[in-house]
T-cell receptor, first 116, second 109 residues
Framework: DGGITQSPKYLFRKEGQNVTLSCEQN?????MYWYRQDPGQGLRLIYY???????QKGDIAEGYSVSREKKESFPLTVTSAQKNPTAFYLC???????????????FGQGTRLTVV | AQSVAQPEDQVNVAEGNPLTVKCTYS??????LFWYVQYPNRGLQFLLK??????LVKGSYGFEAEFNKSQTSFHLKKPSALVSDSALYFC???????FGAGTRLTVKP
């Protein structure tokens, strides 16, 4: 099945530890995104990547890092510098071929990160 | 910067009644607008989009949205609500995909 897969579904982290969230897609999409969702709030953009080996900061990038070494993969690392990392994290991708910006995004099922 | 706003945190309707979830946008140039739905502890599902053309866009599950350029709005509508439509609804805008704060729709039997 084609789709976008996030793992793990639930993740617990001790304070001061870095943790990496996985996002893989087999849709051959060019663009990938990471969002953070807090209870009762909307989605806030952390990072996005429109092409392999390139990515840009979103609105709340502090305390996070990403890489885009392969088209299929866009892992997100939550570093110890992120002051309040407990949240629901969503990864998405969109085809965006030839620079188009009118395509819809497909979402993974999310990773719920809890700091203990 | 491009942005969308959803003025209502919560919308309550009775089953069988029409529903409207509101969205306004702020963009430079032509807007690319989207609606998504989210069920508890899940990712978002695409409902419909406006790119160009007809102001009334039809999407999944009987939903439609009306694009109004003069009012800079893109309201989501459905003629007859179902209890199963209860969920969190997000309006979004591109170039870079950004979302509104979401509206929780509750349909009561």
């Amino acid at each position: 099945d084609g789709g976008i897969t996030q793992s793990p579904k639930y993740l617990f982290r001790k304070e001061g530890q870095n943790v990496t969230l996985s996002c893989e897609q087999n849709l051959n999409h060019d663009a990938m995104y990471w969002y953070r969702q807090d209870p009762g709030q909307g989605l806030r953009l952390i990072y996005y990547s429109q092409i392999v080996n390139d990515f840009q900061k979103g609105d709340i990038a502090e305390g996070y890092s990403v890489s885009r070494e392969k088209k299929e993969s866009f892992p997100l690392t939550v570093t110890s510098a992120q002051k309040n990392p407990t949240a629901f994290y969503l990864c998405a991708s969109s085809i965006d071929s030839q620079g188009t910006r009118n395509t819809e995004a497909f979402f993974g099922q999310g990773t719920r990160l809890t700091v203990v | 910067a491009q942005s969308v706003a959803q003025p209502e945190d919560q919308v309550n309707v009775a089953e069988g009644n029409p529903l409207t979830v509101k969205c306004t946008y702020s963009v430079s140039g032509n807007p690319y607008l989207f609606w998504y739905v989210q069920y508890p502890n899940r990712g978002l599902q695409f409902l419909l989009k406006y790119i160009t053309g007809d102001n009334l866009v039809k999407g999944s599950y009987g939903f439609e949205a009306e694009f109004n350029k003069s009012q800079t709005s893109f309201h989501l509508k459905k003629p007859s609500a179902l209890v199963s439509d209860s969920a969190l609804y997000f309006c979004a805008v591109r170039d870079i995909l950004r979302f509104g704060a979401g509206t929780r729709l509750t349909v009561k039997p």
